[in-house]
T-cell receptor, first 115, second 109 residues
């Protein structure tokens, strides 16, 4: 299957700082990538759809000025959590579709803890 | 609205068989996925069904009935490592992926 990587795997930061998370498709190109957030013992929540060369599409209730998404190339999308607060602490996961079935391949996730 | 229903939690015994059901009501249908997610990890792809019937892949099989809006994931010869959450997801007519809340499967010795 296709491989998607994320960096960093985990990050701890102080309240008010910004954190950048990278999502890369390693062996395929992805014009679209998806960013999810998952709180403990809850299901995946789609935050936004990242589109190469154009603006991201955000789900209802997700602040686009707080969660900045940049899809700079066909293999890289970044999510920046600006002015992070403790309530932003969560597991952030990206995915990219690949193949005829558009199977979603997930990155390993980034665990963010905001102190 | 769009809705996917799965049991919240199931318990099964090592070596046994378990069936995890998923029912869906979506705007159109372009396929159904099953994913496995271990605690603290990202989901991994298990299966894809777009036509009615059973798809078998080793110990795991997935079934689809489009007329009933129903799918199940069948796990045979359960192993302790199968303890995980199993997520059902449907692609609707707009090619949006709609996720179920997942079923937590607990395997007991």
């Amino acid at each position: 299957g296709a491989v998607v990587s994320q960096h960093p795997s985990w990050v701890i930061c102080k309240s008010g700082t910004s954190v950048k998370i990278e999502c890369r498709s390693l062996d395929f190109q992805a014009t679209t990538m998806f960013w999810y957030r998952q709180f403990p013992k809850q299901s995946l929540m789609l935050m936004a759809t990242s589109n190469e060369g154009s603006k991201a599409t955000y789900e209802q209730g997700v602040e686009k000025d707080k969660f900045l998404i940049n899809h700079a190339s066909l293999t890289l999308s970044t999510l920046t959590v600006t002015s992070a607060h403790p309530e932003d602490s969560s597991f952030y996961i990206c995915s990219a579709p690949q193949g005829q079935m558009n199977t979603q391949y997930f990155g390993p996730g980034t665990r963010l803890t905001v102190l | 609205g769009q809705n996917i229903d799965q049991p919240t939690e199931m318990t099964a015994t090592e070596g046994a068989i378990v069936q995890i059901n998923c029912t869906y009501q979506t705007s159109g249908f372009n396929g159904l996925f099953w994913y496995q997610q271990h605690a603290g990890e990202a989901p991994t792809f298990l299966s894809y069904n777009v036509l009615d019937g059973l798809e078998e892949k080793g110990r795991f099989s997935s079934f689809l009935s489009r007329s009933k809006g129903y799918s199940y994931l069948l796990l045979k010869e359960l192993q302790m490592k199968d303890s995980a959450s199993y997520l059902c997801a449907v692609i609707d007519s707009n090619y949006q992926l709609i996720w179920g809340a997942g079923t937590k499967l607990i395997i007991k010795p």
